[in-house]
Every structure is written in structure tokens, then in C-alpha cells.
């Protein structure tokens, strides 16, 4: 018998966890920094990822006080080559395989992401196999809702589970054990240490698939994943109580 919770939905994160957006943002980000003889390492590269547009934006220009590059150059700059790649962007291993099973299963699933609604759809109409899969169940950064603060704060997981997928999830200060239960029977799919904590901070059960270079970065944070993967091509759905794949 498995120890690892019993999940009965799964929240996906995208950028960098079902789609390889993170090549697509270093490539067009050192095309702009080129221009000025830098590059941004992989360090800095950790540092932006998770962050809304803007924030992350600062953090890169943070190392490079010397360059004239004002924010809203660089953001001009990097959107315009991004919006010509994000047709192009590929699956990362494993995603297809993972969501058409739930689907065929009818395990509940849904997508919570910092991404603009203008870009989700620019990075994934040319992938409607998979996420034609969802049925319209997307959160993303700028839908029309206030109050949605940025992970790591749990809202957009919260938010999707509620508003997408009807799971009941009562907030306040002191959650009873019931609704303590029901949000552990939430599964969430993260690839960025901010969505990790994001995750865990809304009491949901987290596996997080992150890039292999975050785990040799130092983490002090209380929040620890329930798994973490080198790909989802790792999970084994049998494990969190979900239907196993066909053999």
C-alpha cells in the first residue's frame, strides 16, 4: 500500500512544467542583452522564474546596472521575439501521455498559471491535443478576478480548484480537518520553487518537477514538494491512488 496521499484532481502549472517556455525566455532575453555584450547566467535565470513579467524583468536588470536598457525596453523588446516563438514551443516529456490518461479517466483536471491570457493562448492553440483536453478550465495571471496575489501565495491554485473544477475551498484563518482533508486531495504539478511553496501553502499535495540545477541551489523555505521528479515521465499515477496507465 503507497503512504502518498489519495489525490481526486490535479492542478498543472505550464510554463516550464508542460511546455519548454524556459528555453524560449533565455534565448530571447540574451538576443536583447546580447546587444549589450552580456548574458544572463543560470543563476540570474532561477531568480526570474515563477515571478510575474514585471518583477521578474527587474530581477534581471538587477545585474546589469551599467547597460542603458530601461524596463519597459527590455519588456518591449523580449515580448515582441516572444510572441513570435511562442507558436513553436514544444510538450516537455511526458505531459500528453499524463493528461489524455486523466481525461480518458475523467479525473478533474485544470491549469493555474502566471501567464497572461493573451500568451496561454499563443503557446498552446497549436497543442490543442492536450490542452483541448482541459474544456476552457484556465486561470490565468490577468483574468478578470481581484484579489489574486502572485505565487508563491496559493491563490491562483486556490482559485482554480474553486471556480474551475467546484472543489469546496472554504478560507480563513483556522481550516477545520475536514477542509484540511479535502484541499490535500488536490494535486499540484509545479516546476518553480515559487510554485512549489505556492502548492504547499494552499495545503494541496505537491509533486514538483523542477530543473535539475534548482536542486543545488540553497532553499531555507518551511515548504518541502511531496515528491520530487526529474519528469512527469516519473510519475506513477497508481501511487497518489489515481487509475494506472494501460499496460
Not at 55 to 76: C, K, Q, R, V
Not at 178 to 206: I, W
Amino acid at each position: 500500500m503507497s503512504s502518498k496521499p489519495v489525490v481526486e484532481y490535479v492542478l498543472f502549472d505550464l510554463d516550464g512544467l508542460m511546455i519548454d517556455t524556459e528555453k524560449i525566455f533565455a534565448d530571447v532575453t540574451n538576443e536583447v542583452l546580447s546587444k549589450y555584450g552580456k548574458h544572463m547566467t543560470w543563476d540570474i535565470h532561477a531568480g526570474c522564474m515563477g515571478k510575474p513579467d514585471k518583477e521578474s524583468a527587474l530581477h534581471l536588470l538587477s545585474f546589469f546596472p551599467d547597460i542603458p536598457l530601461t524596463l519597459e525596453s527590455y519588456l518591449s523588446q523580449r515580448t515582441a521575439l516572444q510572441h513570435l516563438a511562442w507558436p513553436t514551443v514544444p510538450l516537455l516529456p511526458g505531459i500528453e501521455k499524463f493528461v489524455l490518461h486523466l481525461k480518458k479517466h475523467d479525473i478533474p483536471i485544470a491549469i493555474a498559471t502566471g501567464s497572461r491570457r493573451k500568451n496561454y493562448e499563443l503557446k498552446t492553440n497549436h497543442l490543442s491535443q492536450v490542452f483541448g483536453c482541459f474544456d476552457g478550465k484556465v486561470v490565468c495571471a490577468d483574468d478578470p478576478r481581484e484579489g489574486i496575489r502572485p505565487k508563491p501565495n496559493p491563490d491562483v491554485f486556490l482559485v482554480a480548484a474553486k471556480e474551475m473544477l467546484g472543489r469546496d475551498m472554504e478560507e480563513g484563518v483556522e481550516l477545520t480537518v475536514a477542509q484540511k482533508k479535502e484541499r490535500s486531495r488536490g494535486l499540484v504539478l509545479e516546476d518553480a520553487l515559487l510554485g512549489m511553496q505556492a502548492g504547499k501553502r494552499a495545503g494541496m499535495t505537491v509533486v514538483w518537477v523542477p530543473d535539475p540545477n534548482l536542486l543545488d541551489m540553497e532553499y531555507s523555505g518551511i515548504e518541502q514538494a511531496d515528491q520530487t521528479l526529474k519528469s512527469i515521465e516519473e510519475f506513477v499515477p497508481e501511487e497518489w491512488g489515481l487509475p494506472p496507465y494501460d499496460s
